[in-house]
T-cell receptor, first 114, second 115 residues
Framework: AQTVTQSQPEMSVQEAETVTLSCTYD???????LFWYKQPPSRQMILVIR??????QNATENRFSVNFQKAAKSFSLKISDSQLGDAAMYFC???????????FGKGTKLSVKP | DAGITQSPRHKVTETGTPVTLRCHQT?????MYWYRQDPGHGLRLIHY???????DKGEVSDGYSVSRSKTEDFLLTLESATSSQTSVYFC??????????????FGPGTRLTVL
C-alpha cells in the first residue's frame, strides 16, 4: 500500500527567510503524481504545486519549489521569501496514475514570525 | 474557484441519529470524493464516485454510505452517528482526460460534531 510521511509536525520560519518542508512516500508504482496542498485557518484546501513522477525537472510556482528525489522517494517543498500569509497547514499528497484518489500525509503546521 | 459547495457547513448532532452531508458541484466533473480530516491523520478517503450510481469504498468507509443520483450531487450518510465520526468532512471533484486524472478541487468542508 502507498504511504506518505511528513516527519515534521510543526515548523517555524522568519518572515522573508526560506523554509523546507519534508515529505517521503512509499510506492511500487512507476506512474504517479505528487502534490503539496496548503490549508489556511479558513480550512480551504489549496493546491500549491504538483509534480509528475515521469518529469525529472523539479516543479516551481513562484516562491514555491520542490526537490523531487525519485530514487529516494522524497518530495520536499521549499518556500522562499516567506510571507505571513504562508502560515498554514501543509499537506503532501500522492496519487497513483491509475487512480483518482489522493493519499495524504499527516501535515506540517507552518508558522511565520514577523 | 471550482464550483463546489457543501451543506451544511456546521452540524452538531447526537449519537445514534442519522446525518446526511451534501456535496454539490457545477463543474460537471465525473469523479467525486468524500474525505475526513482528523488531527494527526491528515485527510483520509471515505468513499468515491466515478459516475452516476457508481461508487466505491475508500480507506475508512465503515459507518458511512454514499449515493449519487445526479452528476452534480454526492451525498454522504452516517446511518447512526457515533462520537468517533466527529470530524471535518471534505468533498472533492476531479475529471479525467487522456487517461490522466486531473487535479482535485476541494469544497469548503463541513464540521460535524457528534455528542
Amino acid at each position: 500500500a502507498q504511504t506518505v510521511t511528513q516527519s515534521q509536525p510543526e515548523m517555524s520560519v522568519q518572515e522573508a527567510e526560506t523554509v523546507t518542508l519534508s515529505c517521503t512516500y512509499d510506492t511500487s508504482e512507476s506512474d504517479y503524481y505528487l502534490f503539496w496542498y496548503k490549508q489556511p485557518p479558513s480550512r480551504q484546501m489549496i493546491l500549491v504545486i504538483r509534480q509528475e513522477a515521469y518529469k525529472q525537472q523539479n516543479a516551481t510556482e513562484n516562491r514555491f519549489s520542490v526537490n523531487f528525489q525519485k530514487a529516494a522517494k522524497s518530495f520536499s517543498l521549499k518556500i522562499s521569501d516567506s510571507q505571513l500569509g504562508d502560515a498554514a497547514m501543509y499537506f503532501c499528497a500522492y496519487k497513483a496514475g491509475s487512480q483518482g484518489n489522493l493519499i495524504f500525509g499527516k501535515g506540517t503546521k507552518l508558522s511565520v514570525k514577523p | 474557484d471550482a464550483g463546489i459547495t457543501q451543506s451544511p457547513r456546521h452540524k452538531v448532532t447526537e449519537t445514534g441519529t442519522p446525518v446526511t452531508l451534501r456535496c454539490h458541484q457545477t463543474e460537471n466533473h465525473r469523479y467525486m470524493y468524500w474525505y475526513r480530516q482528523d488531527p494527526g491523520h491528515g485527510l483520509r478517503l471515505i468513499h468515491y464516485s466515478y459516475g452516476v450510481k457508481d461508487t466505491d469504498k475508500g480507506e475508512v468507509s465503515d459507518g458511512y454510505s454514499v449515493s449519487r443520483s445526479k452528476t452534480e450531487d454526492f451525498l454522504l450518510t452516517l446511518e447512526s452517528a457515533t462520537s468517533s465520526q466527529t470530524s471535518v468532512y471534505f468533498c472533492a471533484i476531479s475529471e479525467r482526460s487522456g487517461g490522466t486524472y486531473n487535479e482535485q478541487f476541494f469544497g469548503p468542508g463541513t464540521r460535524l460534531t457528534v455528542l
